[in-house]
């Protein structure tokens, strides 16, 4: 088989690598391949330093700008995933979901924005979008990572953030090994919710065995996961300011979040080599992955008086309150299966042929279920009959201080019911929820349709496949400078689907027709759903009953109603993307000597052709009501299907280049356009006309600046299939200077010239006379107007009404479309040094440092921000390792970034996230170097993460918090053996 050649400053590098444990991809087979060329000794070094040998040896040989990992960082770093070990490397960042690091931006470029293959092979994810949940893959069962900063033509899954490739063993070219890894992993934060507790655990086991002579490869490892979160979530609809200057929340939303990560994982790589010549590699991965728990607390309209202070800076009394205290069940399940077959085979000395095959299917099914409570069912109290509360007000949010009319704690007190009126959805349903009975507020008015509403179920089904091919044709030349050619073909096929649903629900208490014999309109929540109570002291608002939110609607308690054809933005949000690709790429490695230096890289040019496409559904809410429903067959009317798409051709350009100063010190130079494809739910084909139930909203005033300043119940969206990819182009230098095996210093700048990014056309329209779509009226007397039922201030401007009164909403609203043809640019300075400290005195053996440093500024022409970007990230790693003993501390600080997250009806929503810094700690002890024969092979590690409670928050352009959330440090206990 082909050998490439290796500089001698890695060999040695590399030797002490391939000594310590071999994972896969194209740096490591090339180190095997070297150490067989070069008659090189083997010193074996083990623990970090080891590790940052091995990942700097890969960085060193590589003519593209790389930055790698090792089996023993992800082994060894207080890590459940490898999110968190590559949320260290220079120039990359990592994204919280849920207290752990799922998401990783590269170059400030979100990870839907970054390429991610295992072993070479486009992966999916289980998201709404392209990017792939990095904490999905356990850090038990991978054996590296390679980070391409820069691209080349042999790379086939990219981005214009980079590629992350994720490797897995490669049995051939590891040690035959037998070890198990148990984890007891543990919160600081007891759970608040008394279902939940606030420990679990993770075990792992890798085997790697050779046969037949060391001609065929066998190597499986299997992990189990199931690991707790505590959260506590406070969060605000948004803020208003009166006449005085004083500024409080238009509406709250409070919870005691518990949830449990259960993650299943299977990997098996085959590998035989019948002859020197042949090489077939099979590899399976399999990953069952739950993430279920409850969101319990309050949500609810914000009217307050009594105020002093000033500003945000005030307190005051909430009054006219009747919360919902939401019970919210969640689960996330998902699968993802990954196959691939390799065949390499030498055809001579100097030309190799090789193909790869691989399919990828996952699947996933969200779930979150709303269970309402109160004090009552909307409309049935008087206004003496509602509750307040007395509240302190800062920058930071509100804390109540104290509570009169509502015990939340007693069983007795509290309703299974929904207290606010949101059944405006259910308008098409009216004749269903039709009542003779009187409310109990004095107004006159009989229940309807919009007081039904005591629940809602959201769930959404994800199915994506994806399937590749690639044939390779690589050939050692002698063409003046060039020294090797490679080029083939590579086809993709890739399909994703969503499918949006939810159903409202209402309780049988509801007074249907004429009622209840015995007069109620709701009741007190059924024993066999209680647990106890839930503590929410830490926002001032005490211990709340805690029920079973699931209990309702599995035991058939709810009247179900399907929403698909009641709100729009679920058959909006309803599509399929089908994406076929073929690439004919060709590369030429080159080296030549320039004086005393070495001058190597590559030049290389791939021809991609795409044919994109995607069918969905228009859905705009008719006169009766309803959305898209046949009433013939009740089902959706196909005429509101819509199918759209392009074909289009790109050529793409790369080139890389090592100039090779001295043995130690390279300058590196690329150049290359590179393409992130669009993200996937703007590429739908489907859109809809969307209007917020919401009072507050509804009394918006009818002016364009009173929308443009408070908001409004109106919105448009509308995908486009025929976006192109985002495209950037790129140019690369860095410096780099290894002056120790396990130390050097690099300094690296980029810009991204981005010649197409998506923009967003939040256009402001008349949603009584829409000229995007010939003037449509989308207004319906009835059904988006509202009757006041309870006399009180209403709206951002707190305007009063009596009951009887007729709200109308204001006509102007945003419609949200997608186009191409955005223009921006980025730069960047990373500066990076991995500093053995002994390189000062020999004292200091043992002791060593990595600090990392990224500057970004970021630029879309429109002004907008780059999901992802953080304009300073910094990362700081200070060790001790001697004698078996290992102490780590680790840092992270990445400053304001924008990101998004699930929104309402299960839609993707844009967010600011403030900026965190994390602080991780390990203490281990390996045994193989102690006295104690006994436990040679076992190490024992005590690690922490989040050490500093650090909190996530979100704030609007005026400092205050709209969302904050806690979740406390992690503890783990690590015990790792080896059994050879």
């Known amino acids: 088989m082909i050998k490439k050649q290796l500089f001698k400053p890695a060999l040695l590098s590399i030797a002490v690598s391939s000594a310590l444990y071999s994972g896969a991809g194209i740096a490591q087979q090339d180190a095997n391949s070297a150490l067989q060329d070069e008659n090189t000794e083997i010193i074996a070094v083990t623990g970090i330093r080891g590790s940052l040998i091995r990942a ?68 999916l994810g289980i998201g709404d979008n392209r990017g792939v949940e990095y904490d999905l893959y356990p850090a038990e069962i991978m054996t590296g990572a390679t980070i391409y900063k820069t691209t080349d033509a042999l790379l086939m899954t990219t981005g214009i953030g980079g590629t992350v490739d994720l490797q897995t063993v490669r049995p051939l070219q590891a040690q035959e090994t037998l070890t198990v890894n148990a984890v007891y992993d543990m919160t600081a934060n007891d759970s608040d919710n008394p279902e939940f507790d606030d420990n679990g655990f993770r075990v792992a086991g890798a085997w790697v065995g050779k046969f037949m002579d060391d001609t065929l ?251 590749t091919a690639r044939f390779d044709i690589e050939g050692l030349v002698e063409w003046g400078v060039f020294n090797k050619i490679t080029f083939g073909a590579f086809y993709s096929d890739r399909t994703k689907t969503k499918d949006n649903n939810g159903d409202f629900v209402t309780t049988p208490d509801y007074p249907f027709g004429n009622g209840n014999p015995d007069g109620s309109v709701d009741s007190l929540i059924p024993e066999q759903y209680r647990f106890g109570l839930a503590d929410l002291s830490w926002a001032g608002l005490g211990n709340v009953v805690a029920y079973d939110g699931f209990g309702p609607y599995n035991d058939g308690t709810y009247t179900r109603v399907q929403a698909e054809t009641l709100e729009p933005d679920r058959l909006g949000d309803t599509y399929e993307i089908n994406e076929e690709v073929m690439t004919l790429f060709v590369r030429g490695d080159f080296e030549t000597d320039i004086g005393d230096m070495t001058l190597f890289g590559n030049v290389g040019l791939q021809f991609i052709d795409t044919d994109q496409s995607s069918n969905g559904f228009i859905a705009i809410v008719e006169s009766d009501a309803t959305v898209c429903l046949d009433d013939a067959t009740g089902t959706v009317d196909q005429a509101c299907a819509v199918t759209d798409g392009a074909d289009y051709s790109m050529v793409l350009p790369s080139l890389n280049m090592s100039l090779q100063l001295t043995d130690e010190q390279f300058i590196r130079f690329a150049a290359s356009k590179t393409i992130s494809r669009a993200r996937i739910d703007q590429m739908s084909a489907s859109g809809f006309v969307k209007f917020n139930q919401n009072i507050e909203l509804i009394a918006t005033p009818d002016t364009e600046a009173a929308v443009r300043e408070f908001g409004t119940p109106w919105s448009k969206q509308q995908g486009s299939p025929t976006l192109r990819p985002l495209e950037s182009n790129n140019f690369d230098i860095s410096y780099e200077n290894y002056f120790a095996p396990d130390g050097y ?24 006379n829409d000229a995007t779509n010939g003037g449509a009226d989308y207004f319906i007397p009835g059904f988006h107007d509202r009757i006041i039922d309870v006399a009180g201030t209403y709206g951002p401007l707190d305007t009063f009404y009596n009951v009887g009164d007729l709200v109308t909403p204001p006509r102007f609203g945003f419609f949200d479309s997608f186009q191409d043809g955005l223009t921006g640019s980025v730069s960047g300075v990373e500066l990076t040094a991995n500093v053995p400290l002994n390189v000062f005195a020999d004292a200091l053996e043992g002791f060593g440092v990595a600090a990392t440093a990224s500057f970004i500024d970021a630029e879309l022409d429109n002004g907008s921000a780059i999901p992802g970007q953080s304009d300073t990230t910094y990362g700081l790693t200070a060790y001790y390792e001697m004698s078996g003993w290992e102490f780590r501390v680790a840092g992270t600080k990445r400053s304001e970034f924008l990101t998004y997250q699930r929104g309402g009806s299960n839609k993707i929503a844009e967010a600011t996230r403030d900026g965190v810094t994390i602080v991780d700690a390990q203490i281990s002890y390996d045994f193989d170097q102690s006295n104690f024969d006994a436990l040679e092979g076992l190490r024992i590690s005590l690690q922490g993460q989040n050490l500093t409670d650090v909190e996530e928050e979100t704030v609007d352009g005026n400092g205050l918090v709209t969302e904050r959330r806690s979740f406390g440090p992690r503890y783990m206990v690590n015990f790792n053996y080896s059994f050879y």
Do not use: C, H
């Open 56 to 123: 700097q040896a890969v960085k060193q040989d590589n003519s593209s700008i790389v930055e790698a990992l090792s089996a023993e960082d992800i082994g060894k770093l207080p890590d459940s995933s490898i999110a968190e070990s590559l949320s260290r490397l220079p120039g990359l960042a990592g994204e919280r979901s849920g207290g752990r690091t799922a998401g990783i931006s590269v170059r400030g470029f979100k990870e839907d924005f970054t390429g991610t293959t295992l072993n070479g092979r486009e992966v």
């Open 745 to 768: 210093i690099a300094v690296a700048l980029f810009y991204k010239d981005l010649v197409n990014w998506t923009e967003n056309r939040n256009e402001l329209i008349d949603f009584t």
């Open 217 to 467: 490869g066998v190597a499986l490892a299997v992990a189990s996961t199931e690991s707790p979160t505590n959260q506590r979530k406070y969060g605000v609809w948004g803020y208003s300011e009166d006449d005085a200057g004083i500024i409080t929340p238009t509406g709250l939303d409070i919870f005691a979040i518990s949830k449990e990560l259960k993650r299943d994982t299977i990997s098996g790589v085959v590998q035989w080599q019948p002859t020197d010549d042949l090489d077939i590699v099979v590899d399976y991965l399999t990953i069952d992955y739950e993430d279920s728990g409850i969101l319990r607390g309050f949500i609810e309209p914000f009217a307050s008086v009594n105020i002093s202070g000033s500003g945000a800076n005030n307190t005051g009394r909430q009054v006219g309150a009747n919360p919902v205290l939401r019970t919210d069940p969640e689960n996330t399940e998902g699968t993802l299966d990954v196959l691939g077959l390799n065949l390499e085979y030498a055809l001579n000395d100097e030309w190799t042929a090789s193909f790869d095959v691989a399919y990828n299917e996952s699947e996933k099914t969200y779930l979150r279920a709303e269970s309402y409570a109160g004090i009552g069912r909307s409309g049935s109290l008087t206004a003496d009959q509602l509750g307040s509360r007395e509240f302190t007000m800062s920058p930071s949010g509100i804390f109540f201080t104290g509570t009169s009319g509502m015990d939340f704690g007693d069983f007795n007190s509290i309703k299974l019911t929904g207290p606010q009126v949101w059944g405006g959805g259910l308008a098409s349903q009216a004749d269903l929820f039709a009542s003779n009975v009187l409310q109990g507020n004095g107004s006159g008015n009989t229940y309807s349709f919009l007081n039904a509403q005591d629940g809602f179920i959201n769930y959404a089904d994800f199915t994506e496949e994806l399937t």
